[in-house]
């Protein structure tokens, strides 16, 4: 039992989009929901997955010296030891992420003297909320803090944030009074940053995730021009439900959503595109029916970065809950729910499903 939700735009104005709309509960307590992403892309890749498996690791392993090996630097979602097989799996945000690894693993990945093996494993869908918080926030499995008194040691700061979860890594520097922790999992440092900055024991500690510059790909702006538009004007517009329907046949999907925003003003659709190379690919392909022209918007629109990576990560304007139990959920209601977030042009109910 599934339903869809396009959020693109109702025919009320003023008519806004926003890509990353993501509701941070289901539309009812009763029910019990799993946000799933769809990825598509113009032709299959060899490894379509971003986890990974670590085999023969040697005894001296530990996960600082792991990840500090040359192509395992890529950010993480989580990182699992299997002690009893001597195997590490890494689940990275990204597939990029897992091909650095298998690209290292044929030229010799080695610790320690020892060889070491990597296998792919089966695909995993990264979570609605992980792709929010690390589109919005930057999160990362490692924090920047300044620890109070009473946890300025590195094994009293360990007990106090593994209530909660795994700490892998903690780093003191005691001359400037900061410390670094490193998470296992990224849900376990969102966790901590959102509980550490309410907590008064914490309050002024400067708890904030570790940035790193550009870690999400593909890096846009090698391949952005800034002398080319990527917005796009389709004129005059009347029924945006079927344009919408229009659009599925020629936009181009690689490595993400490449429509950022959809609105219409005044008759005109505005289509903002990831970057230049999407825009004049559509431009191209778009052959507009009947006394509709399309022309380029060259107004100057600021990089919206926070929905561009949440695009690269996997956000599209179509969210898809499952298991649903409740059978008085309507397509009308799903719509009064959802549209708190941003406006919607289509709500679907799939109860055979």
Not at 14 to 21: D, E, H, Q, T, V
Request: hydrophobic share 40%; proline share 7%.
């Amino acid at each position: 039992m599934s339903w869809c939700m396009r959020f693109l735009r109702n025919p009320y104005p003023p008519i806004r989009f926003s890509l990353l709309s993501l509701p941070p509960r289901p539309t009812t307590p009763r029910c019990s929901a799993a946000f799933v992403r769809t990825m598509v892309s113009e032709s299959p890749k060899p490894w379509g997955t971003r986890c990974i498996l670590i085999k023969n690791l040697p005894s001296t392993f530990d996960i600082a010296k792991l990840l500090g090996l040359r192509g395992l630097g890529r950010h993480i979602e989580s990182v699992i030891r299997r002690p009893e097989s001597n195997e590490c799996e890494i689940r990275y945000l990204q597939n990029a992420g897992a091909l650095l690894v298998v690209n290292a693993s044929e030229r010799g990945l080695v610790m320690d003297g020892q060889k070491l093996e990597v296998k792919l494993l089966a695909p995993q869908t990264l979570p609605v909320e992980i792709i929010a918080a690390v589109a919005l926030r930057s999160a990362h499995r490692t924090l920047w803090l300044r620890p109070p008194e009473q946890f300025k040691t590195e094994i009293a700061l360990e007990q106090e944030l593994k209530r909660f979860g795994k700490v892998e890594i903690i780093w003191i520097d005691e001359s400037k009074g900061r410390a670094q922790v490193t998470f296992a999992d990224i849900r376990t440092a969102i966790k901590a940053w959102k509980s550490l900055r309410s907590e008064k024991a914490w309050e002024g500690c400067g708890v904030a995730f570790r940035i790193i510059s550009g870690h999400i790909l593909p890096h846009e702006e090698d391949f952005t021009s800034q002398d080319h538009p990527s917005n796009v004007l389709l004129s005059p517009i009347s029924d945006l439900y079927q344009l919408s329907e229009t659009l599925k046949d020629i936009l181009v999907w690689k490595d993400g959503e490449p429509l950022i925003s959809f609105h219409l003003q005044s008759n005109t659709a505005f289509l903002k595109f990831r970057n230049t190379i999407l825009a004049k690919r559509f431009y191209d392909a778009c052959k507009p029916p009947g006394n509709i022209l399309k022309k380029w918007n060259y107004k100057r629109v600021p990089r919206d970065t926070n929905r561009i990576n949440a695009s690269k990560l996997g956000a599209t304007r179509t969210l898809i809950l499952t298991d649903l139990n409740d059978t008085r959920i309507e397509s009308s209601r799903l719509h009064e729910d959802f549209s708190k977030f941003g406006s919607l042009i289509k709500t679907e109910v799939d109860w055979p499903r």
